[in-house]
Nanobody, 120 residues
Framework: VQLVESGGGSVQAGGSLILSCAAS??????MAWFRQAPGKEREGVEA???????SYADSVKGRFAISRDKTKTSLFLHMTSLNAEDTAMYYC??????????????????WGQGTQVTVS
């Protein structure tokens, strides 16, 4: 599985961005977005399982939304009301698991190279 993120950039506080992840290779049921700020550990942002269930970090509740297209080859992260604490490298991840509600990095087998989001 190959994952390629896009859509990152610089935005003012309160603004919005949409991240995209193009997936190729073997289809996976479980996909997620993670992020990593300088000097911090990688943390889960939001995940979607093959059955449509989603899970998210409390810090993004009500502001971010994950979605997939019907072919399950593209993953999106709709981000609104961005603030400085959202500044990080954002990574797309895929798992061979059926459910990935725990947002645990250890559950994910494939990773993209990341796309930078900077909020000022």
């Amino acid at each position: 599985v190959q994952l390629v993120e896009s859509g990152g950039g610089s935005v003012q506080a309160g603004g919005s961005l949409i991240l995209s992840c193009a997936a190729s290779g073997t289809s996976t049921n479980c996909m997620a977005w993670f992020r990593q700020a300088p000097g911090k550990e990688r943390e889960g942002v939001e995940a979607t399982s093959g059955d449509g269930r989603t899970s998210y970090a409390d810090s993004v509740k009500g502001r971010f939304a994950i979605s997939r297209d019907k072919t399950k080859t593209s993953l999106f992260l709709h981000m609104t009301s961005l603030n400085a604490e959202d500044t990080a490298m954002y990574y797309c991840a895929a798992s061979t698991r059926a459910v990935c509600s725990a947002l645990d990095v250890r559950d994910f087998d494939y990773w993209g190279q990341g796309t930078q989001v900077t909020v000022s």
